[in-house]
């Protein structure tokens, strides 16, 4: 019998010995394959970890972290009185007094449309906001300025990019923004006219239609695909297109951790003196639902790089195979001397865990190698080819961006181990399980 439990790991060893044989090869090209899998596995779920999180920040860059909405104010019923209201300037002190908070700003968002001389009118969300030093929102906003300067002071309104280049305006010109409830009246009022049974008074009626735009002056253009589609202007321009009277259709939130938006805003509901009316939204409900799906893409990298790996973990079963076959005669004096078939077994599968610790160890280094220096292969590989694979006008990133997760690694690691380890069982079972005496016929 073996002298110790150490005899497998030994045998392992010695058989790896490099010596010019078929069975060093195949046991180096093993070990590079295991290295390759590991090393894009480790580079692509670094870079791809590091997108996720630009990416977060991009929609956090735009996007207010929660605004709470006030519900129109109900109709009140014969005889009874209009219900209580919370007004939106106590509602600001509350919330500005709020832990985590680092501002609360008055808004009035909906939608127009917005036409030059030139152009077909275009369709836009716009929110009015207050300017100061105090919102955090125009910081974040200030971020995705192209050109131009972010002034809310005046019969002013900060366009797209891609708005602006739809309506051929540029800095300075004016533009037309109608209302999209004022549009809506207008089409009624002209429906009414059209069922005028009397053709003097549906003229009277057209007559009577009169739709009066807000002239503005473009003073900022933003980066669309950035920023968004959305288009700003001073907070009473909004309230006077969306016949507020003074009211705020909300008012947006800014916390020191985004992270914590929607526990923020369930603790906001639960509070016992949470006036009903106000309901929170938070930039995760927007954005649900392209947060879910990069996640989603996450998961089918880890499906799709996974056969790298298994692609390994096969050429550690061939190179065991080979090793059996090659060790058959020593296998055999090994059983023939008592050697259980467990141990036999462990000799392969200690040498298969060699395999994949060194193709790990590799892999490693030199995933992290390609990470440190991928901005300057990147520049390398553009110079070369002519060509920018990761243009920044396109990403917004002037660098590659790239996260090193600790779960992650772990994840690569174990893996690796254990599928090398699992395809060298299987040849290591039979070589085992032969006969001593057939063995040493051979």
Not at 111 to 124: F, H, M, N
Not at 135 to 163: M, Q, S, V
Not at 361 to 380: C, E, I, K, P, S
Request: aromatic letters at 8%; a negative charge; proline letters at 5%.
């Amino acid at each position: 019998m073996m002298p110790s439990s150490s005899a497998p790991f030994f045998l392992a060893l010695r058989y790896l010995r490099p010596r010019r044989s078929f069975v060093s090869v195949i046991t180096l090209i093993s070990i590079l394959g295991v290295m390759l899998g590991v090393g894009v596995l480790v580079v692509v779920m670094s870079v791809f970890k590091g997108w996720q999180i630009e990416f977060k920040k991009l929609l956090l860059g735009f996007e207010p972290h929660i605004v709470l909405m006030q519900q129109r104010q109900e109709e009140p019923s014969e005889g009874g009185d209009k219900p209580a209201r919370t007004d939106w300037r106590q509602m600001q002190q509350r919330l500005q007094s709020a832990p985590g908070v680092l501002s609360a700003t008055p808004i009035a968002e909906g939608y127009g449309a917005i036409r030059t001389g030139k152009k077909d009118p275009e369709g836009v969300e716009l929110l009015g906001l207050r300017d100061g030093a105090e919102n955090a929102l125009l910081a974040k906003l200030e971020r995705h300025r192209l050109e131009g300067t972010f002034d809310l002071n005046g019969d002013h309104i900060i366009l797209t990019d891609r708005l602006a280049k739809k309506l051929d305006v540029k800095l300075g010109d004016t533009v037309s923004v109608l209302a999209g409830d004022t549009i809506r009246q207008m089409i009624r009022d002209l429906r009414a006219a059209d069922e005028q049974a009397d053709p003097e008074k549906a003229q009277a009626v057209r007559e009577e239609i009169v739709i009066i735009p807000k002239d503005l002056t473009v003073t900022a253009i933003l980066r669309a695909d950035t920023a968004g589609e959305r288009c700003y202007t001073p907070l009473f321009i909004a309230q006077e297109l969306f016949n507020l009277e003074g009211d705020v259709s909300g008012i947006e939130v800014e916390l020191a951790d985004p992270d914590l938006a929607d526990r923020t805003a369930i603790a906001w509901l639960d509070a016992p003196d949470w006036p009903a009316e106000w309901s929170p939204r938070t930039w995760t409900d927007i954005h649900g639902y392209t947060l879910q799906m990069v996640e989603n893409q996450k998961s089918l990298l880890w499906f799709l790089l996974l056969f790298i790996i298994l692609v390994a973990a096969f050429c550690v079963m061939n190179t065991t195979i080979t090793v059996t076959m090659q060790k058959r005669r020593e296998i055999g004096i090994l059983t023939a001397l008592g050697t259980r078939v467990g141990q036999v077994i462990a000799i392969f599968l200690n040498q298969a865990g060699i395999i994949a610790l060194l193709g790990l160890v590799g892999g490693l280094a030199g995933g992290f190698t390609v990470l440190h220096f991928r901005n300057d292969l990147r520049q390398w590989i553009a110079e070369a080819t002519g060509r920018d694979f990761f243009p920044q006008d396109i990403y917004f990133l002037s660098a590659i961006p790239a996260q090193v997760d600790a779960l992650d690694l772990a994840a690569i690691s174990g893996l690796a181990i254990v599928l090398c380890v699992l395809a060298a069982w299987i040849p290591a079972w039979v070589a085992a399980r032969v006969d001593p005496a057939v063995a040493l016929r051979e």
